[in-house]
């Protein structure tokens, strides 16, 4: 009844026709098109032909009625729908509206997409272009959205129009597309691109216009993209940009100057920005320049190294009443430090606090270590202790800077002081700062604090043995050997280890310190640990028993040279020996040692060792065994150039380079063989030099003068005629000196006797005994 009584009442159709209207606006859903309805189809198939039925309820949700729905019109047509068998048009106003109202509800995707598709009406270009104007230029995307879906749709037919207002829609709402409206299209799509990052697509559109010839492309199109490649990190091809910006006569505006002058300083080409820096001011006249491009010139000047032009600009830019920012300042003052220029640095740091400027943690560091380097290091303190007021935290390296500094000069205690300061902080110092500290203290000899230092950075994590061989060689090269062998002692106990060469070391400085009982432990660490004792070695403590001139210490030595287990100590034993023992001479005994020899690799050692040997054994008053040695050692051309004989003309012995055994060996036995040179085959030669030199001078002319010889003594040899040496060759106790060995007192007593009583001399040859040496024990 209700249901009738409403459809009866004439004051409710215009209401249910308004509502049925909202309903096909607002409820596309509702709605099934068909393409094969028309307006002019009869009465009779209508019923047929209404595919969708609206039921209309009340507040409570009840049904009030039902009636056929409407259906759009054809495709193709106006913005119409049909109400049963009426065609009703739809304002243009309100169908904008609904795409307006779906582009910014859904914005863009297949939402978008499915709705716009479901709309009971088929737009039109021109309906298109008052949405399009109609969306916010704020926010483009759903305008672009609608334009896409649009451009799939068979109505639509591209227009200039369209294009402007999708571009901009604030320009030109009303005014047909002209020439310059197309162009400014066109600036604006490449513009618009830029704004949206897409790169490939504004340059490729770009591009596509300049080969084209396009004129119109102004400076804002340049700019945006140019600040596109910056942002993408490409300045090369911004700066191509730039040029051909320049190739094509468009007018650098501002914001050009302002993008490429740091673009170019910034990327090093500073002659291109100063180029253009000044074509800029030439332009503008009396106006200001913009501070960011005199803070990018200062800046990338002043890390070129170009000082002289960034102070230039930096004094150009106070002048026109700009004041340095903080930025400024630290740039500028790194790059005066860097350049070594420390007091102009200085100069702008004080500056800088005096202008109300707080230096940053930066700044400070790099001032600290600056004077530290330099060496000023009462500047680099108190620098330091303001940083540290300032509330900065300073970084190992700047502590690790300062307390190497303090350890080169070395100021132990400041360097412990902020050794201290570093480790209370929590700070952990690094290798360098280890090492320089542990060097100061080995320095100044402080062991005990040098082992608490070694033991922190062992704790740290630090590998310590490096470090404590090297302060244990510092011990050692300066003559601390006591030193030396508490810290090996200490090394000991914390577990860290030192290799051969070191124990070496140490061992040959126990040696030259007479601390033989410390010397040996050393020896058999060295040759337990599988090093091998090498000939130099052995010779050296050798050279010890030489000096030694006390029974203690020559036991303790033998013992030593008994640890090394060098093939040389059993050499040196047997020599000592009888032949009954030996079962072989003393010349073929040596011949055979000395062959064992690898002279391309030990010559040097042994020579070391024929000096020192023949010095034991002159010592020792083994002249033949002495003679024996430096024969064998002749013949294996260790001495090539000792003796040398020039013809008739002058025959020299050279035992400059030999020790003082070795020097009268050579002497003794040399002249032995000019000797026999004379008597046995004839040859004299006009004179006969033995060059000494300074040192062994006198120690031969003394040796020579006990059997009066004839040389005469100059500032570095001794020369004499051959006919007189020949004739002091001929006299028996010349010819006993030079077949045993040096004559005793008693007969060069004898031979005096001789010359004054020569009818009384008896025609027999004295033979001095050989001294009993005491034997060497293995």
Not at 508 to 531: F, H, I, N
Not at 740 to 763: G, T, W, Y
Request: aromatic share 10%; net charge positive.
């Amino acid at each position: 009844m209700l249901l009738l009584r409403l459809r009866s009442s004439n004051l409710l159709s215009p209401l249910l026709r308004r509502r049925r209207s909202e309903t096909l606006i607002l409820n596309p859903r509702r709605l099934c098109t068909s393409s094969s309805e028309s307006q002019s189809q009869s009465p009779s198939s209508e019923a047929a032909q209404w595919t969708g039925e609206i039921l209309y309820l009340d507040e409570s949700g009840g049904v009030i009625g039902s009636d056929r729905g409407l259906r759009p019109a054809e495709p193709g047509r106006d913005a119409h729908v049909l109400d049963g068998s009426l065609l009703r048009p739809i304002p243009r106003s309100s169908a904008a509206a609904k795409l307006v109202e779906l582009a910014r509800r859904w914005r863009w995707g297949p939402d978008l997409d499915s709705s716009l598709d479901r709309l009971p009406f088929s737009p039109d270009p021109s309906i298109l272009s008052v949405a399009l104007a109609a969306l916010p230029a704020a926010d483009p995307e759903p305008a672009i959205s609608l334009f896409r879906w649009a451009r799939r749709q068979s109505w639509f037919v591209p227009s200039d129009a369209i294009y402007v207002l999708l571009l901009d829609p604030a320009a030109f709402p009303d005014a047909e597309p002209s020439a310059a409206t197309f162009s400014s299209s066109l600036n604006l799509a490449v513009q618009y691109l830029c704004k949206s990052s897409k790169l490939d697509l504004a340059f490729s559109f770009f591009k596509k216009l300049r080969d084209a010839g396009f004129k119109g492309i102004n400076a804002q199109t340049y700019n945006s993209l140019m600040t596109l490649f910056l942002s993408k990190g490409l300045p090369y091809k911004a700066f191509e940009i730039y040029e051909s910006m320049e190739g094509s006569h468009c007018f650098l505006d501002s914001p050009t100057y302002d993008l490429m002058l740091p673009a170019l300083a910034k990327s090093g080409r500073l002659d291109a920005a100063l180029r253009l820096f000044e074509e800029m001011k030439t332009k503008r006249g009396t106006e200001r320049l913009a501070l960011p491009i005199y803070a990018a010139l200062v800046d990338c000047l002043g890390k070129a190294g170009r000082l002289e032009a960034a102070v230039g600009l930096y004094q150009e830019m106070q002048s026109v009443g700009y004041r340095p920012s903080v930025t400024m300042y630290v740039s500028i003052i790194e790059s005066l430090v860097k350049a070594g220029k420390l007091d102009a640095g200085f100069k702008l740091w004080l500056e800088m606090k005096g202008t109300g400027f707080r230096p940053n943690f930066g700044l400070y560091t790099m001032m600290v270590e600056a004077h530290a380097r330099s060496g000023r290091l009462d500047a680099a303190i108190s620098i330091f202790a303001d940083m540290e007021k300032s509330g900065f935290l300073p970084t190992p390296s700047t502590y690790a800077c300062l307390i190497e500094m303090h350890s080169a000069a070395g100021h132990v205690d400041h360097a412990m002081r902020l050794y201290n300061s570093m480790t209370n902080a929590g700070l952990r110092p690094g290798l360098s700062t280890f090492t320089s500290l542990l060097s100061i203290l080995a320095n100044k000899k402080l062991l005990d604090l040098a082992a608490k230092v070694l033991l922190e950075m062992k704790a740290v994590g630090f590998a310590v043995d490096v470090n404590a061989s090297d302060l244990l060689m510092i011990y050692i090269k300066g003559g601390s050997t006591d030193l030396a062998l508490k810290w090996l002692r200490f090394m000991g106990s914390a577990g860290i280890r030192t290799n051969n060469f070191i124990i070496k070391q140490l061992f040959e400085s126990c040696m030259k310190a007479r601390l033989y009982d410390s010397a040996q432990p050393l020896l058999d660490t060295y040759v337990g640990s599988a090093a091998k004792v090498d000939l130099i070695l052995y010779t050296s403590v050798l050279a010890h028993l030489v000096r030694c001139q006390e029974e203690k210490n020559e036991r303790a030595i033998m013992e030593i040279m008994a640890v090394t287990k060098h093939k040389a100590h059993e050499f040196l034993c047997e020599l000592f020996t009888g032949p009954e023992q030996r079962k072989k001479p003393v010349l073929s005994f040596v011949r055979e040692f000395f062959q064992g020899i690898d002279y391309e690799a030990e010559e040097g050692a042994a020579k070391y060792f024929v000096n020192v040997l023949l010095n034991y054994l002159v010592l020792m008053g083994q002249m033949n065994r002495a003679r024996c040695v430096w024969k064998v050692a002749y013949e294996n051309k260790l001495f090539p150039k000792a003796i040398v004989f020039d013809q008739h003309i002058a025959w020299s012995l050279d035992v400059r380079n030999l020790s003082v055994g070795a020097a009268l060996v050579a002497t003794v036995h040399t002249l032995h063989r000019f000797r026999k040179r004379m008597l046995y085959y004839g040859v004299v030669p006009r004179r006969v030099k033995l060059v000494t030199g300074p040192t062994l001078k006198m120690v031969v002319a003394q040796m020579l003068n006990s059997v009066e010889s004839p040389f005469e003594i100059s500032k570095v040899v001794l020369r004499a005629p051959g006919d007189s040496v020949l004739e002091w060759f001929k006299k028996p106790i010349v010819q006993q000196f030079l077949l045993n060995e040096i004559p005793s007192k008693a007969d060069v007593l004898m031979h005096k006797l001789n010359v004054l009583f020569p009818s009384c001399a008896p025609e027999v040859r004295s033979f001095s005994p050989l001294k009993q040496v005491s034997r060497m024990t293995r």
